[in-house]
């Protein structure tokens, strides 16, 4: 094994080897896009042996979701979701989403993840699993009625209305941030909530309210 | 002059020149996508003199748009949503909407066309005035009180309707055609149509019933 990671003090099972690999691989992905950006030249900028990105991540499209979820603290995000009355959850999820992508401090990264998923199969993948499995997936299992077993995996409607939370919000950064529709990119988040918040209540709480 | 293209029967000003190069426009897009799709080529292939390119289409965004608007029948679609009680207009939309897409006809170009919105922004450009002018925009306005005027530009309110349609069928279309989330991949029509088709009475139609 080469010695010069070790010389700069990062080894297996080092927490901070882990962390460096992911950070190298967020500004890669983000300033070279997916095509382009390599899992050796990942190595290289983080300062460890290519052999340890291997030995943390399963190939290029873990490395991928994994940067996606260092983005946004999700747990933070499905938290604040799920935190309230049912009737709340459809605003309070684009609210979460709105707050997270008007971020100067998010927004760019996000910008070139969501580019890179648009145009790869193996992006795609990574963001519809981070999307699903991380995100709405657990709001839909988070609102399961009481006694409900909430690791049962996801029913097919269950899976239907997650899917298409996911496409609302997705369709949204991109007239929003991507293609900058102006009536949708310059809306303030009061103008959107109303219309939007009725739409995700319908799709991630069978049997709302009507609002 | 190049006598080449005259040889062959395409002069300025024949209908059948315009054509050909839309045509050629519209596979070149597809097949290479925006950013090495040139407008030289494009005449090559149509076999015109790269003038007349220029004398039909202001730039190469144009002649996207309109390889755009020639892969969609845009009267067709908006007369179909628009023909019938305005309590069906969110379910009509939503079934011309996959009609379109879901035909192996129209799909392999219309992803091509989505994936080079979604990476350059003049493609980005000519989606967001396609689908705002020429669908959405055009549903609001046929949608609007008897007596208003047609010829009004669409309102803010109007301009955010229309936009919030746009966004969750660029995000149906994301989801179902780019990404391939399972769930929304393999959703048949009918699983779609009540969900989506009540989302887009929302948008599109003030005050309508809840559905």
Chains 1, 2 share one sequence.
């Not at 997916?34 to 050796?40: F, G, H, I, P, Q």
């Not at 042996?49 to 603290?73: N, Q, S």
């Not at 988040?189 to 709480?205: I, N």
Request: hydrophobic letters at 45%; glycine letters at 10%; aromatic letters at 6%.
């Amino acid at each position: 094994m080469s010695t010069g990671p070790v010389a700069r003090g990062r080894r297996p099972g080092d927490g901070r080897t882990r962390d460096a690999i992911v950070r190298a691989a967020r500004t890669a992905f983000a300033d070279q896009g997916y095509d382009a950006t390599s899992l050796r030249g990942i190595a290289r900028e983080a300062g460890v042996d290519p052999a340890l990105v291997h030995h943390y991540f399963d190939g290029k499209a873990a490395l991928f979701a994994e940067t996606m979820r260092i983005e946004v603290d999700v747990r933070d995000v499905v938290g604040q979701i799920l935190a309230g009355d049912p009737e709340g959850v459809g605003e309070r999820a684009v609210r979460a989403f709105l707050r997270v992508w008007d971020s100067p401090e998010h927004r760019p990264r996000l910008l070139a993840l969501l580019r890179a998923a648009l145009t790869h199969d193996e992006a795609a993948r990574a963001l519809r699993e981070f999307l699903v499995r991380e995100i709405f997936g657990r709001v839909v299992v988070g609102l399961r009625p009481v006694g409900a077993d909430p690791s049962e995996p996801l029913s097919a409607d269950e899976g239907l209305r997650a899917g298409l939370a996911a496409s609302q919000m997705i369709g949204l950064a991109t007239m929003r941030y991507v293609v900058v529709l102006p009536a949708v990119a310059q809306a303030g988040v009061e103008d959107l909530v109303p219309h939007l918040g009725a739409t995700l209540q319908r799709y991630l709480v069978p049997g709302s309210p009507q609002v």
